[in-house]
């Protein structure tokens, strides 16, 4: 009886993470009457739920497997060979024309809602950026943090610049336009986060300073329902978690506010790490 209990609690976040994009996958299948969605998210969901899993069954390379599925599907499939621009650029183009489908859907659940109830989970388990960085030499930040937030604001503000200057010059062959904006973006945020993570000898270098899209985690993260949680009876202070969290979040402070809390992808480092089963 213990033995299926301890089960039931292994198996139960990946099920309902898994129930609740296949709803969305419904529900927007019935709302578009569009087959896409149903097979789109339920993949999302399954390929999520599957790394969730083989973590919860302490699998080593479990958050990788998702990222690869999930990342490689929407770089790969959705991007290059069905040219939609899953970027930020993407995002402002089809909101500019009136267009909700492809990526303002995949903002909007990703990356602006659903943040509300997984916090930056998508950075940890399905970002195709953060799949090939995560694959550097520096998971753990070798240097203190920077104060280089502000870039991300930056290039937020060059995106919007960017397609608003496309829709203001009435310019043609938009769509052509998006998918060059794709790889050519893609290329750049790689080789701007490669560098930056051999330089700052930290491969979450580009998640913290540049990347665009936390403007839209960030704050709908700080109210995440799902949270990494410290257990104070149990926790010895001994600053392992502190040490390995590749997003320097201080997972010993349970309050909203805690240091770079609107940060934390969810990949659960901090509690392998935990000598005290705290986390």
């Known amino acids: 009886m213990e033995q299926k209990s301890h089960m039931l609690k292994k198996i139960l976040p990946p099920l309902s993470f898994c129930l ?5 996958a419904v529900l927007l299948w019935q709302r578009t ?4 969605y149903l097979f789109n998210f339920s993949y999302i969901g399954l390929s999520v739920a599957a790394g969730i899993l083989l973590f919860r069954l302490n699998y080593k390379h479990a958050r990788r497997i998702s990222q690869f599925l999930t990342g490689s599907y929407m770089l790969v499939y959705l991007g290059l060979i069905c040219k939609e621009n899953m970027q930020l650029e993407g995002f402002w183009y089809y909101l500019f024309s009136g267009v909700f489908e492809a990526a ?12 509300l109830v997984f916090g930056r989970g998508w950075c940890g388990y399905a970002c195709w950026t953060a799949m090939i960085l995560d694959l550097l030499p520096y998971p753990i930040p070798q240097n ?3 104060k280089w937030g502000w870039a991300r604001y930056l290039s937020f503000a060059l995106s919007l610049a960017f397609v608003s200057a496309l829709f203001l010059a009435h310019a043609p062959n938009m769509e052509q336009i998006m998918f060059w904006a794709f790889g050519i973006g893609n290329a750049l945020y790689y080789a ?3 560098g930056l993570a051999f330089w ?3 491969n979450r270098a580009f998640c913290k300073y540049i990347c665009p899209v936390t403007v839209f985690l960030k704050p709908m993260s ?8 410290c257990d104070k009876s149990k926790c010895s202070s001994c600053g392992k978690c502190r040490r390995v969290c590749p997003m320097n979040v201080d997972m010993t402070d349970n309050s909203r506010k805690r240091k770079n809390g609107t940060e934390c992808i969810l990949c659960l480092e901090c509690a392998k790490a935990c000598p005290k089963d705290a986390l």
Request: hydrophobic letters at 45%.
């Open 20 to 24: 609740l994009f296949e709803l969305i």
């Open 33 to 36: 009457g569009n087959f896409f």
């Open 104 to 115: 303002t859907i995949h903002y909007v659940v990703a990356k602006i809602l659903g943040p």
């Open 144 to 146: 203190p943090r920077k």
């Open 192 to 194: 701007i986060g490669t």
């Open 200 to 202: 700052l000898k930290d």
């Open 222 to 229: 700080y109210f995440s329902l799902l949270r990494v949680q």
